[in-house]
């Protein structure tokens, strides 16, 4: 199985500042036949189910705000949330589906908290 | 819009059975599968399976398989996971979901609302 390796578990920060979460997968996520990078983000609000956020490592799914960016490409990810507003308190989670389903595999999480 | 709706918290005794039920509409049911997924606090979200909600076809990771039987009925567009001999380890809140590609799994784009299942004497 893909090992995805999120850091740092938690953090926290003020209403305005700029959010880095990292992701590392145990081998690479890079397709070489259409070069796409099969890693999506989640973010899962306290008592909700995971919302998508990102899909093919950088693509916004629709109506996401524009200050979540995913990039990265190969073993690292990075998800930032730049001007992070209190409704952004969540747990993120990564998730590589370069594996043959069913070995589709999470990271551990990120927890973000607003000071 | 595309819904997933999950059936009722559930308390079952070690040993026993629960069937969960997910129910899909506002999308052609059949050319999406179903994917089921836990969540625990002390091992995140671990993928189970998925279900082809076309064929009945499924497929299990392997650390799910003799725990988990998908199955799937297309006429009220119902998927469903029953999950056997249960101890408290398979207490965890468990989600249905779709991928955001027809014929295929990949990234989750629509989540049901999760079923908390509890196992307790």
């Known amino acids: 199985d893909i090992v995805m390796t999120q850091s740092p578990s938690s953090l926290a920060v003020s209403a305005g500042e700029t959010v880095t979460i990292n992701c590392k997968s145990s081998?690479?996520?890079?397709?070489?036949?259409?070069?796409?990078?099969?890693l999506a983000w989640y973010q899962q609000k306290p008592g909700q189910s995971p919302k998508l956020l990102i899909y093919?490592?950088?693509t916004r799914q629709s109506g996401v705000p524009d200050r979540f960016i995913g990039s990265g490409s190969g073993t690292d990810f990075t998800l930032t949330i730049s001007s992070v507003q209190a409704e952004d308190l969540a747990i993120y989670y990564c998730?590589?589906?370069?594996?043959?389903?069913?070995?589709?595999?999470f990271g551990s999480g990120t927890k973000l908290e607003i000071k | 819009q595309v819904q997933l709706q999950q059936s009722g918290a559930e308390l079952a005794k070690p040993g026993s059975s629960v069937k969960i039920s997910c129910k899909a509409s506002?999308?052609?049911?059949?050319?999406?599968?179903i994917s089921w997924i836990k969540q625990t606090t002390g091992q995140g979200l671990e993928y189970i399976g998925y279900?082809?909600?076309?064929?009945?076809?499924?497929n299990y990771n392997e650390k799910f398989k003799g725990k988990a039987t998908l199955t799937v009925d297309k006429s009220s567009s119902t998927a469903f996971m029953q999950l056997s001999s249960l101890t408290p380890d398979d207490s965890a809140v468990y989600y249905c979901?779709?991928?955001?590609?027809?014929?295929?799994?990949?990234?989750?784009?629509?989540w049901g609302q999760g079923t908390l299942v509890t196992v307790s004497s």
């Open positions: 979901a779709r991928s955001g590609y027809d014929g295929t799994v990949n990234w989750f784009a629509y």
């Open positions: 506002g999308y052609t049911f059949t050319s999406y599968y």
């Open positions: 279900i082809n909600t076309g064929s009945g076809g499924t």
């Open positions: 081998q690479s996520l890079l397709y070489s036949g259409n070069q796409k990078n099969y």
């Open positions: 093919w490592a950088s």
């Open positions: 998730q590589q589906y370069y594996d043959t389903p069913p070995e589709l595999t």
